[in-house]
């Protein structure tokens, strides 16, 4: 059984930054892709970016390029979620997840608890 525990999460003031943490456990070996998902009120999930073992990322979200960097640490079993310059449009519940791989569209077996993001001055 994998475990995925985000935390990181809070109020910022647009402009601001945040990084997410996701704690891995288990049977990890089995999943090379760790990403970030997002669900923002009223709307669907997405899918923020991702991240292989080998540490190659995806970033599946066109809006966070250049301001969201993914990263991980295989010796803490860390996946991290740089945020820089945060909109509003951030707000959300930002969750990690475990699939196959990074290749979309991505089969995702796996979710952490979610951290809430929200963005408001």
């Known amino acids: 059984q994998l475990q995925l525990v985000e935390s990181g999460g809070g109020l910022v003031q647009p402009g601001g930054s945040l990084r997410l943490s996701c704690a891995v456990s288990?049977?990890?070996?089995?999943?090379?892709?760790i990403a970030w998902f997002r669900q923002a009120p009223g709307k669907e999930r997405e899918g923020v970016s991702c991240?292989?073992?080998?540490?190659?990322?995806?970033m599946l979200l066109d809006s966070a390029k250049g301001r969201f960097t993914i990263s991980r640490d295989n010796a803490k079993n860390m996946v991290y979620l740089q945020m820089n310059s945060l909109k509003p449009e951030d707000t959300a519940v930002y969750y990690c997840?475990?699939?196959?791989?990074?290749?979309?569209?991505?089969?995702?077996?796996?979710w952490g608890q979610g951290t809430v993001v929200t963005v408001s001055s």
């Open positions: 991240i292989e073992n080998s540490g190659v990322s995806r």
């Open positions: 288990g049977f990890a070996e089995d999943y090379d892709g």
């Open positions: 997840v475990a699939s196959f791989d990074c290749v979309p569209p991505m089969v995702v077996d796996y």
